[in-house]
């Protein structure tokens, strides 16, 4: 099974797009996870709680985009050199649908199945 160039240049565009929005959001993610100065006068304690929890759920989103975000380069990669679209693992074909629904899909269903349970 052959990948159409309009298939291909559709997912690198998504792809660009992608990296474009993720770079942007593990910025904010980053910024807003940085440890911060909280002014003890102003802020009573429920509301310090409060900060911590944000910044801990932010902490968390970070790495969940990094994450994303590493994969997203890695697909743009593998666009580039005629390898989009072929599992990283197995060298089986991806399923075209769960490429459209995520174009940073690098292994097949079964090799992403292993790689999770693991
Ligand atoms: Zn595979």
Known sequence: M????????????????????LTEELAFYKEASAPVTLDQAQVGRLSRIDAIG?????????VQTEQ??????????????????????CDEAIEPKRLEAQPEVIFCLRCQGASEAQ
Request: net charge positive; glycine share 6%; charged share 35%.
């Open 54 to 62: 944000q910044q801990e759920m932010h902490k968390a989103a970070a």
């Open 68 to 89: 994303r975000l590493r994969r997203v380069v890695v697909a743009l990669r593998k666009l580039e050199s005629g390898d989009y679209g072929w599992c990283d693992q």
């Open 2 to 21: 052959t990948l159409s160039d309009e298939f291909l240049a559709r997912q690198g565009d998504e792809l660009a797009a992608l990296k474009t929005r």
